[in-house]
């Protein structure tokens, strides 16, 4: 193993000494006094803590017990480290990443003599900060520190954290100590599948060009910024360009014959959503196909057998719908509340055409069977990898207001926002304050 430089040693053995509960001749300083708050707090309820006591107890083992027994001596008798003021500053550059199906690992700058560092965590719907660990500055490989968070399941769940160095400060001198609200992060892995390919399903309309091919990417790449920078969800993306690859297929053949492969790519994550904008029979409500009326538009989240009868899938679905239907009214492209959720898998609607192109129904929840399993290859191949998966059919690109709209810049963030609200809220995840 290597060499421990000396402050590092010092640091192990402050930890070690407050873990043993040896610490009573310093426990008068800010650092000593937070290290032993944690250790009592955090050394039974968290599996971490615990991962990070045992990393201290290996280098005191490799260092020797020597080294231990002095520093402990040195510090009982009240030596230069236990006598300075210590403060607790945000670290800089705090990020969060899912690392697995149960654990989240944080990142974070290593901070100017820091001597430790504490990190806290507070579940969504709980306004409660909780002692996840405290580190040594020992820790710190190069100019970052790492901590892994294991989660006790791989329940999907969300967390705010933050993390604060305890650093030396000159007697007198006060730095002023954070008090943020955390950054959000999560286990939870949703597959979005931006539909079709770029130049696909384009509408004949100077004023406006659509192709939904190209706008389906467009909210997709928001979403996924949405999800991670509000929520701290992870997305995989089947595409994050105009062209689609995935098994030796391309463009063409995954819109078409390999389709399903979309949906197997969904394979190990929580959740499979296909991004896609609608359209209708030709000269449907008795207008031009493309000129359709804005009350056509309607949110209809078509669910796949695998979420049809989960409960939180379900919720997900409603969530999603309510607030895209909230958001295409604010766009103007659609009569307001124009989506009714679902009580229950009793309640799925069977998708029909005239259903679709219905300008007085609302759209909601829905499902369409065929030979016992999902009429779409997409939501076919989600379901053959045991994933819940939707179908999100946003609103009508046949409707011009929709168009006019998307070619603006405006809905294509307003609906990612709402899909991203719909997922979080069915969740019961939180945004970042
Ligand atoms: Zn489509």
Redo the contacts with the bound molecule.
Sequence with gaps: MKKMPLPALVAVALVAAVVLGVAAGFGATGVARTFEQLAGAAGEKSPSAEKSTRTHTASDKDSGAECDTETKREKSEGDAVASHDSELVAVENLEAERASASAIELTWDAAASAEGYEIERRAAGSDAWEDAARIDAADATGGSVAWTDELDSTEPQQYFYRVRAAVAAPQGEKRASSDDAGIPASNLLVCLDP??YAGC?EVPDAENPYC?GDFTLEVGLALRDELAETYGVTCVMTRETGSISLGGMSDEALDNTAIQLRGEAADGCDLFISL??NANLDDANGAPTFEQPTSITKPIVLTNTVAASDERALAVANAIGEAVADASASCDIAREGAFDPVNGPQELRTWSDAFNDSTTENGTVSIRRWNGGDYYGVLRGAANVGVPGFIVEHGHHTVPEMRRAAAEGRLAPAWAEADASGIAEGYGFEAAR
């Design positions: 539909g079709h399903n939904e896609h904008t």
